[in-house]
C-alpha cells in the first residue's frame, strides 16, 4: 500500500490557472470616508479580478486597508501601495489572492462599483497572508 501524500491544487500548480475559474460577482457603494476600505473576500484564490464603475469618480484598489484594520498590522497608505482607478473606467488585474479592498480617494459623494473574478479550486486558507508585504502593505 502507497503512503504518497494526496495530490491536489495548490498555488504553484499550473494547471490551476489554466482552466477557466469559477465566476464571482460582487459590488457595493463607498462611503466618502477617505480612510475607510471595504473588504471582499473570496472563497478561493483568484486567477483575475476585474473592478470596474461606471461612476465619473476615482476608486482606490489595494490588497491590504488602507488604514491598519481588519487585523492587518500594516496599511496600504503607507507607501501609497493602491492603485487608482479613474472613473467610469475598469482595471483587471492577473493576481493570486484571497481578498481585496476597495477605497474612496476622496470625500464626498457614493461611488458605486462591481467586481467580477475568476477563483481558482486552490482554498483560500492556502494562500499566505499580503500584510507587511513590500508593495503591498510596506
Partial sequence: ???A???????????SYLVSGRPW????VLSSDPNHSI??????????????????VDLRVHFAPFTSSY??????????NYVTLAGPG??????KCK????SAPSAGGTESFEIYAELTHIPANRMY?????DGVSS
Fill in 1 to 3: 500500500m502507497s503512503t
Fill in 5 to 15: 501524500d494526496f495530490y491536489s491544487s495548490g498555488l504553484g500548480n499550473v494547471g
Fill in 25 to 28: 460577482i460582487s459590488g457595493s
Fill in 39 to 56: 473588504r471582499f473576500t473570496f472563497g478561493n484564490v483568484t486567477k483575475s479580478i476585474t473592478v470596474r464603475t461606471n461612476e465619473a
Fill in 71 to 80: 487585523g492587518y498590522t500594516y496599511a496600504a497608505s503607507t507607501d501609497d
Fill in 90 to 95: 475598469e482595471l483587471k488585474l492577473d493576481f
Fill in 99 to 102: 481578498e481585496i479592498f476597495i
Fill in 129 to 133: 497572508s499580503l500584510d507587511g508585504v
